[in-house]
């Protein structure tokens, strides 16, 4: 039986041999396929090196953070009551779920052209796409968070005098919010997803521009991949941000039906 | 003079807190009309305890939420100190099974989910008034997710106590305990019945639970349902379980619903 201790070891041993793996067998093979496209692991470690050089890295990051939240935040701000309203009011949803199935498969990006058009070259454009790739999981996630929320909650929110308002507040929130953070996480990593591509139109900065610039001006293929690197691992602190909300007392609940 | 004192005779069940006048149920199911209550009649005195026995699936939580106020019955009316019942009311909380507590809510704001109207500083007294009551001091800032399943019941109970109801709907509160944990919860809720003086009107398909907990039990018939006969428990509480009298109550409802009580 392997120990409490041993357990934690492996959690850290084992990713970090996977990743020795897959450097070594990424270095193997740019040095067997001599191809001068793709950088090697200290080309693309040199170019981050290069980046901070420069100091521009830093602005960047920060400014496709500034921008993911924006539009994420405005995704929830205008996603949440929507879902709330649509999930409470059967009516309501059935007459909108077309229209929203209609929509949501629609890749941000198609809409690149008209944000350009509407927004021309400015923050909002970008902040735009970011905001279609979040409000319609955001939504999504809200209806159905609401709609399965068990009727005896809301029969007793009745039962204590309450008002609609009122029981939608104080008992179908926080009653579909775990449910409603899954669709909040979902919704953070297409947010973040979206930023390379919408950060490739009326920007000049942030990771998204870092990567199509890097080709455009001199096929530097090194940076390429390291800004693939830094989108990755930032959208893995992202998630792992979101995770912890899962944490809270008030949720956590939600969450643990395999364990309890 | 006369007239009036006829008049006054009739009106009798407006002595009743809890008066049902022919309640008759019918659900449509696919087209297809089923009748779930027929003709219901039944008083309920102030502060008196009466529990509703009868088969699963007879109608009889159907008929405590129309009493409750969430269903419409067909046909007849509920009356409540002399007034029809048209909707849920604060004044008579209905208490289901433990999953009516909010897991999103710590012990103590469960408890005071209903007194938000009140000053912080009653609100916290009332909390913490039946906290003690129903015998959770010390878990008043636990979520319902860490406490058993006789622990939420405790919780429920308390919130619905807190604010202060004249009646208490018990939905087979105790039907998801074990055993053990069922019996102390009767002990229980007699204890609080009987320090709070609520009215009650508990539904189980129990019937030895009817009988350790009522002053009347009503035994209901299968669907649609009917009342068969009403069984006055003339025993003083606490009630001895081997006493002669107890079996002979148990064994003519037995009788009653025509179970043989031999395995």
Not at chain 1, 190 to 208: C, Q, R, Y
Not at chain 2, 240 to 248: A, F, G, K, V
Request: proline residues 6%; glycine residues 8%.
């Amino acid at each position: 039986m392997p120990t409490r201790s041993d357990r934690g070891v492996e959690r850290v041993l084992l990713p970090i041999a996977a990743a020795v793996v897959v450097l070594v067998v990424w270095t193997l093979a740019v040095q067997i396929s001599h191809t001068n496209v793709f950088p090697s692991p200290g080309k693309v470690v040199l170019g981050i090196r290069e980046l901070m050089g420069k100091g521009v890295l830093w602005l960047y990051v920060l400014d496709s953070l500034r921008r993911v939240l924006s539009g994420y935040l405005v995704a929830l701000v205008l996603g949440i009551p929507t879902g709330l309203a649509l999930g409470w009011y059967p009516r309501l949803a059935s007459a909108f779920n077309p229209v929203i199935q209609i929509c949501r498969p629609i890749s941000p990006l198609a809409w690149m052209p008209l944000a350009i058009v509407w927004f021309g070259v400015s923050e909002a454009a970008p902040t735009f796409l970011i905001f279609l790739g979040a409000f319609f999981p955001t939504v999504v996630a809200t209806m159905n968070g609401v709609k399965s929320v068990p009727s005896i909650y809301i029969q007793a929110g009745r039962n204590f005098g309450l008002s609609a308002f009122a029981i939608l507040r104080t008992v179908v929130f926080p009653a579909a919010l775990p449910q409603v953070l899954t669709g909040f996480r979902l919704a953070l990593g297409i947010a973040w997803l979206v930023v390379v591509a919408a950060e490739m139109i009326a920007v000049d900065s942030g990771l998204g521009y870092l990567i199509i610039d890097s080709r455009n001006a001199g096929k530097r293929y090194d940076l390429v991949v390291a800004g693939m690197l830094l989108i990755g691992i930032i959208g893995l602190g992202l998630d792992t941000l979101a995770r912890r909300l899962e944490k809270l007392k008030s949720v956590r609940w939600g969450f643990q039906a395999e364990t309890a | 003079m006369v007239v009036k004192s006829a008049l006054a005779a009739n009106a009798a069940p407006e002595a009743a807190k809890v008066a049902i006048w022919g309640v008759s149920m019918t659900f449509e199911t696919d087209g297809k009309p089923i009748d779930v209550l027929t003709m219901l009649d039944l008083d309920v005195r102030e502060g008196e305890f009466v529990c509703v026995l009868g088969p699963s699936g007879c109608g009889k939580s159907t008929l405590l939420n129309i009493v409750g106020g969430f269903l419409r019955p067909t046909r007849g009316t509920v009356l409540i100190d002399g007034e029809p019942v048209v909707g849920p009311d604060p004044r008579r909380i209905f208490v289901f099974q433990e999953r009516g507590v909010f897991p999103w809510l710590t012990v103590e704001g469960n408890i005071g989910f209903g007194l938000a109207s009140l000053a912080a500083e009653e609100r916290a007294r009332r909390i913490a008034y039946y906290v003690k009551l129903v015998g959770l001091s010390g878990f008043e800032k636990v979520y319902p997710q860490e406490l058993s399943g006789g622990m939420k019941q405790r919780v429920e109970v308390a919130r619905a106590l807190a604010v202060n109801p004249d009646v208490l709907y018990l939905d087979e509160p105790f039907g998801a305990l074990d055993s053990i944990t069922r019996l102390i919860m009767r002990g229980e809720l007699l204890r609080i019945w009987e320090a709070e003086k609520k009215t009650i009107l508990f539904v189980t398909h129990d019937i030895e639970e009817s009988v350790q907990l009522a002053d009347r039990v009503v035994v209901m018939s299968t669907r649609p349902a009917t009342i068969r006969r009403i069984v006055e428990i003339d025993m003083p509480h606490p009630r001895d379980l081997s006493s002669r009298r107890y079996i002979e109550l148990r064994d003519s409802i037995f009788e009653e619903i025509g179970l043989a009580h031999k395995i």
